[in-house]
């Protein structure tokens, strides 16, 4: 008699282990799409200023390459030279 109950007993446990694992999720995330972060503004103390007068366009715009190709080699792999 007891193994008849056994085959009817598994499923009803994994049903019962299904809802409450199911039930314990917050419906909100659930079902929501996630939202992307707002990045708020920086405070002015971390803002940077404007370039002096006395720094030519050309010259930060020299640095600004000069900058890119440094970048660039560092996330270039090693030669096996």
Partial sequence: MMQRNKP???PLMLLVLVLSVTGCAPAQTR???PQSPEIPPLPTEAR???PPSI???T???GL???LK???ALQTAPASQD
């Fill in 69 to 71: 190709n440094l970048r």
């Fill in 48 to 50: 940077q200023e404007p």
């Fill in 8 to 10: 009817r007993l598994r």
């Fill in 31 to 33: 079902w929501l799409a």
């Fill in 55 to 57: 720094c030519s366009p």
């Fill in 64 to 66: 600004a390459t000069e």
């Fill in 59 to 61: 010259c930060s715009a």
